[in-house]
């Protein structure tokens, strides 16, 4: 199959974002790993990575790498993937490690704390890495557990990822009694409307 090749490069500066995103998650994991920190990834990679399991055709692109720790194991993570070229930063209440010292935040992977709240108001914690299992390439936050989060943000994306999750057949009006009723709102919300 031959490759359409536009004029000013476009395509290849699409593909090669892709790329960065994905060479970015296999970096930070594979450095997690071989350090022994415990960990899982989540957010949008997470949903691809589920939704692939069923429709590869269905996985949507994402400029995101999300990734559980421990708060207990933040210095053993930051050393590990400092190894890796990532610089920590902490910024606006955000713990990131961004790829390489020049790096702008959106080229960073963020770092999400197991068992506490990502904002003060959201009704429940992130879970534990625990709560995750092997993938092909690296930890993977459970679905239910990825739902869990996805509803509990309920932010545009994760309204989105909710709904190809449902659009594949991976979540259902089942799934509604595996959560908080405020959470299962939400949930039938998107099952009753699904083109938002």
Do not use: C
């Not at 939704?51 to 050393?79: F, Y």
């Not at 936050?141 to 996805?150: A, F, P, Y």
Request: negative net charge.
């Amino acid at each position: 199959m031959s490759k359409i090749v536009l004029q000013d490069g476009s395509w290849e500066r699409m593909e090669r974002a892709v790329e960065k995103v994905r060479e970015r998650l296999m970096r930070a994991t594979s450095a997690l790993e071989k350090a022994g920190v415990p960990y899982a990834v989540l957010g949008g990679n997470a949903v691809a990575a589920w939704v692939s399991r069923v429709d590869e055709a269905a996985v949507r692109n994402t400029r995101d790498v999300d990734i559980l720790l421990r708060r207990t194991d933040l210095p053993a993570a930051v050393e590990a993937m400092s190894k890796s070229g990532f610089v920590y930063r902490h910024s606006a209440g955000v713990d990131m490690m961004l790829d390489g010292p020049d790096a702008k935040e959106r080229d960073a992977v963020h770092l999400v704390f197991a068992g506490e709240k990502v904002r003060p108001e959201y009704l429940l914690p992130a879970p534990d890495v625990t709560e995750s299992e092997r993938d092909q390439s690296f930890r993977l936050l459970s679905l239910e557990s990825l739902v869990r989060m996805k509803l509990t943000s309920f932010r545009d994306k994760d309204r989105m990822h909710l709904r190809d999750l449902i659009d594949v057949g991976m979540i259902d009006a089942a799934w509604t009694s595996r959560f908080p009723p405020e959470l299962a709102a939400r949930l039938q919300e998107l099952l009753d409307n699904p083109d938002g």
